[in-house]
């Protein structure tokens, strides 16, 4: 478990439950002193499961995870789960997926659902939100696709497009309600949660 040296420490302690670089850069923005540990939680849909759901099962369960281990600490646990029609498309780990999934992408619209759950297994409290985000991509040929994955490798990202960097540019429009969803964390919903766990940005 790692921590996050920043400006001021909550009343109780902070984790985040994600191995993900992007949601800790996100979530260090609020000013809190937090830990990071991964979840260790299978990410695999279930049989039938929609993107949606999804999204908000492995928020929850990343929560659930890490709070078992730290009864004491206010857990945030999120997903994102790229939604293309009812299809969920996932992170492409390598070139060659990146490429499979821009090229589906390619001219569509799609949803991604940004999940965050924040959990205090000593108070029992739990709090639950997802934040949709439309996003259409433009028709991109075959030498702007392999341009682009060259250029931002985002094998890490759902949907083979870093929104926050040159993947931008691969897209037509963009809507949400908080813009940093599609980045990883829905930072309104989550300082909303937080507030209801106790924990106040503003305050500490």
Do not use: N, W
């Not at 909550?10 to 996100?26: C, D, F, K, Q, W």
């Not at 979530?27 to 002193?33: D, E, I, K, S």
């Not at 250029?151 to 949400?176: I, K, T």
Request: hydrophobic share 40%; charged share 25%.
């Amino acid at each position: 478990m790692t921590l996050e040296r920043t400006s001021r420490q909550p009343a109780r302690p902070l984790v985040l439950g994600s191995t993900s670089r992007y949601r800790r850069e996100l979530l260090a923005r609020l000013g809190l002193a937090f830990s990071v540990e991964a979840p260790g939680v299978d990410e695999a849909p279930a049989v039938g499961e929609v993107p949606a759901a999804l999204a908000l099962r492995l928020a929850r369960a990343k929560a659930r995870a890490v709070s078992a281990r730290h009864p004491q600490a206010v857990v945030i646990g999120s997903d994102q789960v790229a939604d293309l029609d009812g299809e969920t498309i996932g992170k492409p780990g390598d070139h060659g997926r990146a490429v499979a999934q821009l090229r589906r992408l390619s001219g569509r619209d799609v949803v991604f659902h940004t999940a965050v759950c924040v959990r205090c297994e000593a108070t029992g409290h739990e709090g639950i939100a997802s934040v949709p985000i439309e996003v259409g991509f433009r028709r991109l040929t075959e030498a702007e696709i392999e341009r682009y994955l060259r250029l931002d490798q985002p094998y890490d990202c759902a949907g083979s497009a870093r929104s926050e960097s040159l993947g931008v540019v691969l897209l037509r429009y963009m809507r949400c309600d908080d813009p940093t969803a599609l980045i990883g964390l829905p930072l309104i919903e989550t300082a909303r949660l937080l507030r209801d766990a106790g924990v106040d940005p503003l305050t500490g």
